[in-house]
Protein backbone atom coordinates (compact mmCIF):
# COMPACT_ATOMS: atom_id res chain seq x y z
CA UNK A 1 0.00 0.00 0.00
CA UNK A 2 0.83 3.82 -0.92
CA UNK A 3 2.20 6.08 1.58
CA UNK A 4 0.52 8.81 1.95
CA UNK A 5 2.12 12.08 2.85
CA UNK A 6 -0.50 14.61 4.67
CA UNK A 7 -1.75 16.89 2.66
CA UNK A 8 -4.92 17.87 4.65
CA UNK A 9 -5.32 18.01 8.24
CA UNK A 10 -7.15 14.79 9.48
CA UNK A 11 -7.44 11.47 7.28
CA UNK A 12 -8.28 7.89 8.82
CA UNK A 13 -6.15 4.85 8.12
CA UNK A 14 -7.37 2.27 5.95
CA UNK A 15 -7.91 -0.84 7.33
CA UNK A 16 -4.96 -3.24 7.45
CA UNK A 17 -5.19 -6.10 4.87
CA UNK A 18 -6.32 -9.24 5.64
CA UNK A 19 -3.61 -11.48 7.46
CA UNK A 20 -4.20 -14.35 5.04
CA UNK A 21 -3.29 -11.75 2.67
CA UNK A 22 0.02 -10.81 4.28
CA UNK A 23 0.88 -14.38 4.56
CA UNK A 24 0.27 -14.83 0.82
CA UNK A 25 3.51 -16.03 -1.23
CA UNK A 26 4.44 -13.84 -3.61
CA UNK A 27 1.91 -14.80 -6.12
CA UNK A 28 4.74 -15.56 -9.05
CA UNK A 29 5.56 -18.55 -6.61
CA UNK A 30 1.88 -19.43 -6.65
CA UNK A 31 0.43 -22.93 -8.94
CA UNK A 32 -0.77 -21.40 -12.00
CA UNK A 33 -4.76 -22.18 -12.32
CA UNK A 34 -4.99 -21.60 -15.89
CA UNK A 35 -4.23 -18.95 -18.66
CA UNK A 36 -5.82 -16.49 -20.79
CA UNK A 37 -3.41 -15.28 -23.55
CA UNK A 38 0.25 -15.04 -22.44
CA UNK A 39 -1.20 -15.02 -18.53
CA UNK A 40 -0.74 -17.38 -16.34
CA UNK A 41 -3.72 -16.80 -13.60
CA UNK A 42 -2.59 -17.07 -9.87
CA UNK A 43 -5.73 -16.21 -7.40
CA UNK A 44 -9.22 -14.79 -7.94
CA UNK A 45 -9.56 -11.56 -6.48
CA UNK A 46 -12.99 -10.99 -6.81
CA UNK A 47 -16.19 -11.26 -9.03
CA UNK A 48 -18.25 -8.12 -10.44
CA UNK A 49 -21.30 -7.98 -12.73
CA UNK A 50 -19.25 -8.75 -16.00
CA UNK A 51 -16.42 -11.44 -14.61
CA UNK A 52 -14.06 -12.43 -12.77
CA UNK A 53 -10.66 -10.39 -11.82
CA UNK A 54 -7.55 -12.58 -11.35
CA UNK A 55 -4.04 -11.70 -9.93
CA UNK A 56 -1.97 -13.04 -13.01
CA UNK A 57 1.92 -13.56 -14.05
CA UNK A 58 3.09 -11.66 -17.23
CA UNK A 59 5.09 -14.67 -18.78
CA UNK A 60 6.58 -12.47 -21.00
CA UNK A 61 7.37 -9.36 -19.42
CA UNK A 62 7.75 -10.90 -16.01
CA UNK A 63 5.64 -8.75 -13.64
CA UNK A 64 2.31 -9.23 -11.97
CA UNK A 65 -1.20 -7.94 -13.68
CA UNK A 66 -4.72 -7.92 -12.99
CA UNK A 67 -6.67 -9.53 -15.58
CA UNK A 68 -10.77 -8.92 -15.59
CA UNK A 69 -12.80 -11.61 -17.65
CA UNK A 70 -15.69 -10.59 -19.60
CA UNK A 71 -17.87 -13.56 -19.52
CA UNK A 72 -20.47 -12.47 -21.49
CA UNK A 73 -23.27 -14.86 -23.28
CA UNK A 74 -23.79 -13.73 -26.72
CA UNK A 75 -25.42 -15.68 -29.80
CA UNK A 76 -22.42 -16.32 -31.79
CA UNK A 77 -23.37 -13.77 -34.54
CA UNK A 78 -22.85 -10.89 -32.06
CA UNK A 79 -19.85 -12.62 -31.10
CA UNK A 80 -17.51 -10.98 -33.58
CA UNK A 81 -19.31 -7.31 -32.72
CA UNK A 82 -18.67 -7.76 -28.73
CA UNK A 83 -15.04 -8.38 -29.31
CA UNK A 84 -14.54 -5.53 -31.63
CA UNK A 85 -16.17 -2.94 -28.86
CA UNK A 86 -14.39 -4.44 -26.09
CA UNK A 87 -10.80 -4.07 -27.83
CA UNK A 88 -12.47 -0.31 -28.68
CA UNK A 89 -13.09 0.11 -25.62
CA UNK A 90 -10.03 -1.21 -23.99
CA UNK A 91 -8.13 1.63 -26.44
CA UNK A 92 -9.35 4.20 -25.28
CA UNK A 93 -8.48 3.39 -21.30
CA UNK A 94 -5.42 2.25 -22.34
CA UNK A 95 -4.87 5.95 -24.09
CA UNK A 96 -5.76 7.24 -20.22
CA UNK A 97 -1.97 7.86 -18.52
CA UNK A 98 -3.32 9.67 -15.07
CA UNK A 99 -2.29 9.06 -11.78
CA UNK A 100 -5.79 8.43 -10.28
CA UNK A 101 -6.69 6.31 -13.34
CA UNK A 102 -5.55 2.40 -12.82
CA UNK A 103 -2.91 1.70 -15.56
CA UNK A 104 -4.84 -0.29 -18.66
CA UNK A 105 -1.59 -2.43 -20.36
CA UNK A 106 -3.55 -5.19 -22.62
CA UNK A 107 -7.10 -6.28 -24.08
CA UNK A 108 -7.76 -9.37 -26.20
CA UNK A 109 -9.94 -12.22 -26.71
CA UNK A 110 -8.95 -15.91 -26.10
CA UNK A 111 -10.82 -19.20 -25.90
CA UNK A 112 -12.12 -17.78 -22.54
CA UNK A 113 -13.35 -14.70 -23.83
CA UNK A 114 -12.21 -11.43 -24.01
CA UNK A 115 -10.44 -10.25 -20.97
CA UNK A 116 -8.53 -7.24 -19.99
CA UNK A 117 -5.20 -6.95 -18.78
CA UNK A 118 -4.28 -3.67 -16.38
CA UNK A 119 -1.91 -2.88 -13.18
CA UNK A 120 -2.82 -5.10 -10.14
CA UNK A 121 -3.51 -2.87 -7.73
CA UNK A 122 -2.46 -3.05 -3.28
CA UNK A 123 -5.73 -1.98 -1.36
CA UNK A 124 -9.54 -2.37 -1.67
CA UNK A 125 -12.23 -0.38 -2.97
CA UNK A 126 -14.73 2.10 -1.88
CA UNK A 127 -17.43 0.27 -1.70
CA UNK A 128 -15.60 -2.88 -0.01
CA UNK A 129 -14.17 -0.30 2.56
CA UNK A 130 -17.39 1.17 3.86
CA UNK A 131 -18.61 -2.12 4.09
CA UNK A 132 -16.11 -2.98 6.49
CA UNK A 133 -17.72 0.01 8.40
CA UNK A 134 -14.14 2.89 7.46
CA UNK A 135 -15.77 6.63 7.19
CA UNK A 136 -13.00 8.97 5.76
CA UNK A 137 -13.40 12.14 7.58
CA UNK A 138 -15.07 15.16 5.56
CA UNK A 139 -11.37 16.37 4.81
CA UNK A 140 -10.49 13.15 3.74
CA UNK A 141 -14.20 12.41 1.42
CA UNK A 142 -13.46 15.78 -0.27
CA UNK A 143 -9.91 15.04 -1.56
CA UNK A 144 -10.48 11.49 -2.39
CA UNK A 145 -13.38 12.79 -4.29
CA UNK A 146 -11.35 15.88 -5.86
CA UNK A 147 -8.86 13.51 -7.37
CA UNK A 148 -11.36 11.47 -9.03
CA UNK A 149 -12.28 15.06 -10.14
CA UNK A 150 -9.49 15.08 -11.77
CA UNK A 151 -9.36 12.08 -12.94
CA UNK A 152 -12.57 12.50 -14.66
CA UNK A 153 -11.85 16.20 -16.15
CA UNK A 154 -8.67 14.63 -17.63
CA UNK A 155 -10.34 11.60 -19.27
CA UNK A 156 -13.34 14.20 -20.51
CA UNK A 157 -11.13 15.83 -22.37
CA UNK A 158 -10.04 13.00 -24.21
CA UNK A 159 -13.62 12.53 -24.79
CA UNK A 160 -14.25 9.56 -23.08
CA UNK A 161 -16.97 9.08 -20.62
CA UNK A 162 -17.10 7.07 -17.58
CA UNK A 163 -20.77 5.96 -16.60
CA UNK A 164 -20.47 4.17 -13.90
CA UNK A 165 -18.63 5.99 -11.35
CA UNK A 166 -19.67 4.11 -7.95
CA UNK A 167 -17.89 3.42 -5.00
CA UNK A 168 -17.06 0.17 -6.61
CA UNK A 169 -14.64 1.55 -9.00
CA UNK A 170 -12.49 3.33 -6.76
CA UNK A 171 -10.07 1.91 -5.83
CA UNK A 172 -7.70 3.07 -2.79
CA UNK A 173 -4.17 2.83 -2.90
CA UNK A 174 -3.81 4.77 0.08
CA UNK A 175 -5.83 6.98 2.28
CA UNK A 176 -6.16 9.52 -0.37
CA UNK A 177 -4.91 7.91 -2.77
CA UNK A 178 -7.90 6.72 -5.47
CA UNK A 179 -7.79 4.74 -8.43
CA UNK A 180 -10.48 4.86 -11.14
CA UNK A 181 -11.27 1.47 -12.18
CA UNK A 182 -13.60 0.35 -14.78
CA UNK A 183 -13.74 2.55 -17.75
CA UNK A 184 -15.32 1.53 -20.69
CA UNK A 185 -16.90 -1.19 -19.26
CA UNK A 186 -20.98 0.60 -18.85
CA UNK A 187 -20.76 0.34 -22.72
CA UNK A 188 -19.73 -3.24 -22.67
CA UNK A 189 -22.58 -4.07 -19.92
CA UNK A 190 -24.79 -2.23 -22.41
CA UNK A 191 -23.93 -4.43 -25.03
CA UNK A 192 -24.32 -7.33 -23.26
CA UNK A 193 -27.83 -6.53 -21.41
CA UNK A 194 -29.06 -5.60 -24.99
CA UNK A 195 -28.56 -9.18 -26.04
CA UNK A 196 -30.79 -10.26 -23.08
CA UNK A 197 -33.15 -8.29 -23.73
CA UNK A 198 -35.99 -9.74 -21.60
CA UNK A 199 -35.32 -9.48 -17.58
CA UNK A 200 -36.00 -6.55 -15.71
CA UNK A 201 -32.45 -5.65 -14.80
CA UNK A 202 -31.24 -6.00 -18.41
CA UNK A 203 -34.17 -3.43 -19.42
CA UNK A 204 -32.40 -0.58 -17.03
CA UNK A 205 -29.07 -1.48 -17.67
CA UNK A 206 -29.10 -1.12 -21.59
CA UNK A 207 -29.81 2.14 -20.34
CA UNK A 208 -26.41 3.30 -19.55
CA UNK A 209 -25.00 -0.08 -18.32
CA UNK A 210 -24.19 1.67 -15.04
CA UNK A 211 -25.37 1.08 -11.31
CA UNK A 212 -28.97 2.39 -10.61
CA UNK A 213 -27.83 3.30 -7.50
CA UNK A 214 -25.54 6.32 -9.22
CA UNK A 215 -27.47 6.66 -12.44
CA UNK A 216 -28.12 10.55 -13.40
CA UNK A 217 -31.94 11.44 -13.58
CA UNK A 218 -31.44 12.18 -16.99
CA UNK A 219 -30.26 8.54 -18.15
CA UNK A 220 -33.25 7.25 -16.19
CA UNK A 221 -35.48 9.51 -17.96
CA UNK A 222 -33.72 7.93 -21.56
CA UNK A 223 -32.19 11.35 -22.33
CA UNK A 224 -29.13 11.59 -24.08
CA UNK A 225 -26.41 12.72 -20.81
CA UNK A 226 -23.09 14.23 -21.26
CA UNK A 227 -20.00 14.30 -18.93
CA UNK A 228 -22.02 15.45 -16.20
CA UNK A 229 -23.79 11.85 -15.49
CA UNK A 230 -20.24 11.68 -14.44
CA UNK A 231 -20.64 14.69 -12.24
CA UNK A 232 -23.69 13.05 -10.58
CA UNK A 233 -22.63 9.85 -10.02
CA UNK A 234 -19.29 11.31 -8.26
CA UNK A 235 -21.59 13.61 -5.84
CA UNK A 236 -23.64 10.80 -5.17
CA UNK A 237 -20.38 8.64 -4.01
CA UNK A 238 -19.48 12.02 -1.88
CA UNK A 239 -22.83 11.86 -0.43
CA UNK A 240 -22.60 8.01 0.95
CA UNK A 241 -18.79 8.91 1.78
CA UNK A 242 -19.66 11.49 4.22
CA UNK A 243 -23.15 10.50 5.04
CA UNK A 244 -22.19 6.44 5.73
CA UNK A 245 -25.09 5.23 3.96
CA UNK A 246 -26.56 5.09 0.48
CA UNK A 247 -28.17 8.63 -1.26
CA UNK A 248 -30.81 6.20 -2.84
CA UNK A 249 -32.61 2.85 -1.66
CA UNK A 250 -35.01 0.89 -3.28
CA UNK A 251 -36.05 -2.64 -3.38
CA UNK A 252 -36.70 -2.98 -6.82
CA UNK A 253 -35.33 -0.92 -10.20
CA UNK A 254 -38.68 0.92 -10.31
CA UNK A 255 -37.94 2.27 -6.59
CA UNK A 256 -34.58 3.03 -6.83
CA UNK A 257 -36.16 4.90 -10.29
CA UNK A 258 -38.54 6.50 -8.37
CA UNK A 259 -35.83 7.84 -5.58
CA UNK A 260 -33.54 9.52 -7.61
CA UNK A 261 -35.97 11.35 -9.99
CA UNK A 262 -38.62 12.59 -7.14
CA UNK A 263 -37.61 11.53 -3.33
CA UNK A 264 -36.32 14.01 -1.17
CA UNK A 265 -32.44 13.89 -0.46
CA UNK A 266 -31.81 14.68 3.01
CA UNK A 267 -29.14 17.51 2.80
CA UNK A 268 -25.81 15.20 4.02
CA UNK A 269 -25.12 17.96 6.95
CA UNK A 270 -28.47 17.09 8.44
CA UNK A 271 -27.03 13.19 8.17
CA UNK A 272 -24.41 13.76 9.48
CA UNK A 273 -23.78 16.83 11.77
CA UNK A 274 -19.61 16.61 11.29
CA UNK A 275 -19.88 17.96 7.47
CA UNK A 276 -20.09 21.61 7.64
CA UNK A 277 -22.51 23.20 5.48
CA UNK A 278 -20.42 24.77 2.94
CA UNK A 279 -19.35 20.73 1.38
CA UNK A 280 -22.80 19.64 1.97
CA UNK A 281 -23.95 22.80 -0.52
CA UNK A 282 -20.49 21.35 -2.87
CA UNK A 283 -22.61 17.82 -2.77
CA UNK A 284 -25.92 18.73 -3.35
CA UNK A 285 -24.74 20.87 -6.66
CA UNK A 286 -23.08 18.07 -8.00
CA UNK A 287 -25.88 15.58 -7.91
CA UNK A 288 -28.37 18.81 -8.71
CA UNK A 289 -31.26 16.42 -10.42
CA UNK A 290 -31.41 19.54 -13.16
CA UNK A 291 -28.45 18.90 -14.77
CA UNK A 292 -27.79 22.72 -15.23
CA UNK A 293 -27.81 23.71 -11.83
CA UNK A 294 -24.71 21.18 -11.53
CA UNK A 295 -21.22 21.56 -11.93
CA UNK A 296 -20.47 22.29 -15.52
CA UNK A 297 -18.16 20.01 -15.45
CA UNK A 298 -15.65 17.53 -13.28
CA UNK A 299 -12.92 20.09 -13.21
CA UNK A 300 -15.94 22.66 -11.86
CA UNK A 301 -16.60 20.41 -9.21
CA UNK A 302 -12.86 19.61 -8.43
CA UNK A 303 -12.09 23.95 -8.56
CA UNK A 304 -14.95 23.77 -5.90
CA UNK A 305 -13.41 21.02 -3.59
CA UNK A 306 -10.21 22.64 -3.88
CA UNK A 307 -11.21 25.70 -3.14
CA UNK A 308 -13.38 24.31 0.43
CA UNK A 309 -10.21 22.41 1.54
CA UNK A 310 -7.57 25.51 1.39
CA UNK A 311 -10.24 27.71 3.39
CA UNK A 312 -10.06 25.09 6.04
CA UNK A 313 -6.54 24.56 5.85
CA UNK A 314 -5.93 27.89 6.27
CA UNK A 315 -8.50 27.99 9.59
CA UNK A 316 -6.84 24.89 11.42
CA UNK A 317 -3.56 23.82 12.88
CA UNK A 318 -2.12 20.75 10.29
CA UNK A 319 -2.23 17.53 12.56
CA UNK A 320 -0.08 14.84 10.65
CA UNK A 321 -1.67 11.39 10.78
CA UNK A 322 -0.14 10.36 7.81
CA UNK A 323 1.47 10.83 4.13
CA UNK A 324 0.40 10.52 0.70
CA UNK A 325 2.39 9.55 -2.23
CA UNK A 326 3.50 12.87 -4.34
CA UNK A 327 0.99 15.26 -4.27
CA UNK A 328 0.67 17.39 -7.93
CA UNK A 329 -0.15 20.11 -5.48
CA UNK A 330 -0.02 21.24 -1.51
CA UNK A 331 -3.40 21.93 0.16
CA UNK A 332 -1.51 24.28 2.56
CA UNK A 333 -1.70 27.82 2.00
CA UNK A 334 2.04 29.34 0.85
CA UNK A 335 4.40 29.56 3.34
CA UNK A 336 4.06 33.42 4.03
CA UNK A 337 0.67 32.70 4.60
CA UNK A 338 0.87 31.06 7.84
CA UNK A 339 1.13 32.70 11.20
CA UNK A 340 4.06 31.00 12.84
CA UNK A 341 6.34 31.63 9.98
CA UNK A 342 5.84 35.48 10.22
CA UNK A 343 6.43 35.11 13.98
CA UNK A 344 9.27 33.30 13.63
CA UNK A 345 10.36 35.71 11.07
CA UNK A 346 9.95 38.67 13.70
CA UNK A 347 11.91 37.28 16.67
CA UNK A 348 14.56 36.69 14.20
CA UNK A 349 15.11 40.34 13.15
CA UNK A 350 14.86 41.11 16.80
CA UNK A 351 17.69 38.70 17.93
CA UNK A 352 19.43 40.23 14.92
CA UNK A 353 18.78 44.05 16.11
CA UNK A 354 20.09 43.33 19.88
CA UNK A 355 22.55 41.01 18.75
CA UNK A 356 24.12 44.20 16.31
CA UNK A 357 23.38 46.51 19.39
CA UNK A 358 25.55 45.04 21.86
CA UNK A 359 28.35 43.72 19.31
CA UNK A 360 28.63 47.36 17.23
CA UNK A 361 32.00 48.67 17.81
CA UNK A 362 30.18 51.99 19.00
CA UNK A 363 27.85 50.16 21.10
CA UNK A 364 30.87 47.50 22.55
CA UNK A 365 32.83 51.20 22.97
CA UNK A 366 29.92 52.55 24.90
CA UNK A 367 29.37 50.26 27.57
CA UNK A 368 33.53 50.29 28.52
N1 LIG B 1 -6.58 -3.71 -11.11
C1 LIG B 1 -7.05 -4.27 -10.01
N2 LIG B 1 -6.20 -4.59 -9.01
C2 LIG B 1 -6.66 -5.17 -7.87
N3 LIG B 1 -7.96 -5.45 -7.63
C3 LIG B 1 -8.87 -5.15 -8.59
C4 LIG B 1 -8.46 -4.54 -9.82
N4 LIG B 1 -9.57 -4.35 -10.58
C5 LIG B 1 -10.60 -4.80 -9.84
N5 LIG B 1 -10.21 -5.28 -8.66
C6 LIG B 1 -11.06 -5.87 -7.61
O1 LIG B 1 -11.66 -7.05 -8.14
C7 LIG B 1 -13.00 -7.19 -7.65
C8 LIG B 1 -13.96 -7.36 -8.82
O2 LIG B 1 -13.93 -6.17 -9.59
P1 LIG B 1 -15.05 -5.85 -10.67
O3 LIG B 1 -14.72 -4.55 -11.32
O4 LIG B 1 -15.22 -7.02 -11.55
O5 LIG B 1 -16.31 -5.68 -9.70
P2 LIG B 1 -17.51 -4.66 -9.71
O6 LIG B 1 -16.99 -3.28 -9.91
O7 LIG B 1 -18.33 -4.96 -8.53
O8 LIG B 1 -18.33 -5.13 -10.96
P3 LIG B 1 -18.49 -4.42 -12.35
O9 LIG B 1 -17.25 -3.66 -12.63
O10 LIG B 1 -18.72 -5.52 -13.31
O11 LIG B 1 -19.66 -3.54 -12.15
C9 LIG B 1 -13.27 -5.97 -6.79
O12 LIG B 1 -13.06 -6.31 -5.45
C10 LIG B 1 -12.24 -4.98 -7.24
O13 LIG B 1 -11.89 -4.07 -6.21
MG1 LIG C 1 -15.74 -2.64 -11.31
Redesign the pocket.
Known amino acids: MVDDIDTISETRPLPEPDPAELRRVPPEALPTIGHIGRYALKYV ?9 Y ?1 AHDTLLSRLI ?1 I ?1 TLNVHLPAAEREQFDKLVLHEARASAGLNHTYI ?1 TVHDAGTSEQGSYIA ?8 L ?2 LMSMGWRPTPEQAALIVRRVADALSYAHHKGVIHR ?1 I ?1 P ?2 I ?1 MVGRTQP ?1 V ?2 FG ?1 ARI ?1 QVEALAQRDDDASRFQELIGG ?1 PFYMAPELVRREQGDQRVDVYALGVVLYELLAGRRAFTGGSLDEIADAVLHQPVRPVHEVNPEVPRELSAIVAQAMHRDVSQRHRSARRLSHALRDWLDGIDGSRPVRSLGSEMAPRRSHRPALWRQPLVWLLAISFVGLVVALVGVFWPGGVRGGL
Open positions: IGEGGLGTVAAKVMELLKGRDRHDKANFRLDIRS
